[in-house]
């Protein structure tokens, strides 16, 4: 059990459960400190807090803003964002507005492979039509029959090459950097190691991001081997970033670790949350 958990989804985004249920689930789990962390959203916020306010967690004020940094999709957590300034809100919705044209894209690519109604689908599985997900086109296929799990459905459909995959322009790397800092925030890249890039490639990535602002990577996640937990604690003392852990958790039965479930981060580091108040 680790009683900071700083990487979180909830139905404002594509998580299964509601803000106000994995702020409970979380307390009842033990962790003390969560940060709701909802796709390019901050809506479940409000809820979230009076949650935290009756459980006595401390919540901490969360997004994950999708990135398009050379051709391939990035996430860069905010944290601590005053989830009200008015910068924010504005980029958020501008990145959010692509996801329903690209969804019926997707869903039109699912036709021609001989899956139908997956765009109406997957819009009945999204909880807030605000934002729609390849996660829910994934459920959707698994209700279907189709794939036995999302992950199936991952490596079948919906990623390059695959069936249900569109390209899509995020955020520049310097936008979700700015917008964070821009609310008070603090930007840390979500879990590196899904990032299939080279190596050359994500030193590249990382100095690009402390140069904009960036100032801490997951080296603790939920997706993350032990030995790429070590391999991105070196990277963040090598680039002076600090460092966090989260469980990217979405729901349960549907993440590879609960809230609270990932390790604690190894001694050595400097935790993210040195520098909050
Ligand atoms: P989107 O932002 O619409 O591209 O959806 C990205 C989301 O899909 C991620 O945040 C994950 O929740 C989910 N996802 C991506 N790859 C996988 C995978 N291999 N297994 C399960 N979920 C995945
Ligand atoms: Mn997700
Ligand atoms: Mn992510
Ligand atoms: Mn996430």
Redesign the pocket.
């Known amino acids: 059990m680790n009683p900071i958990d700083l990487h979180s989804?909830s139905t404002a985004?594509?998580g299964l459960l509601d803000p106000a249920a994995v702020v409970r689930r979380a307390a009842d789990r033990g962790v003390e400190v969560l940060a709701l962390t909802d796709?390019?959203e901050v809506c479940g916020l409000l809820e979230a807090r009076s949650a935290a306010e009756e459980r006595g967690i401390r919540l901490i004020d969360g997004t994950?803003i999708?990135v398009t940094w050379r051709d391939t999709?990035v996430?860069v957590v905010g944290l601590g964002i005053d989830p009200h300034e008015p910068g924010l809100l504005e980029g958020l919705q501008s990145i959010r507005a692509g996801?329903d044209d690209?969804?019926k894209r997707m869903g039109e690519s699912l036709a021609q492979a001989g899956i139908v109604g997956a765009y109406e689908g997957a819009l009945r599985l999204a909880a807030s039509p605000r934002l729609?997900?390849?996660?829910?086109?994934?459920r959707f296929l698994v209700e279907r029959g189709i794939c036995r799990e999302?992950?199936d459905?991952?490596?079948r459909y919906?990623?390059p090459g695959k069936p249900g995959y569109v390209r899509?322009a995020?955020a520049t790397l310097q936008q979700a950097v700015g917008l964070i800092r821009g609310a008070g925030g603090t930007p840390v890249l979500a879990h590196p190691g899904?990032c299939r890039i080279s190596q050359t490639a994500m030193r590249s990535l990382l100095g690009e991001f402390s140069d904009h602002g960036g100032s801490a990577i997951e080296v603790v996640t939920s997706n993350h081997t032990p030995a790429q937990a070590e391999a991105f604690a070196a990277l963040a003392r090598q680039f002076g970033l600090a460092a966090s852990c989260g469980s990217?958790f979405?729901g349960p039965g549907?993440s590879w670790v609960d809230l609270g479930g990932v390790p604690p981060l190894a001694p050595g580091l400097k935790p993210v949350w040195h520098s909050w108040a």
Request: net charge positive.
């Open positions: 989804h985004s594509d796709h390019d994950e999708s999709t996430h996801r690209r969804a729609i997900s390849r996660t829910h086109f994934a999302l992950k459905v991952f490596r919906l990623t899509h995020w899904r990217d979405h549907e």
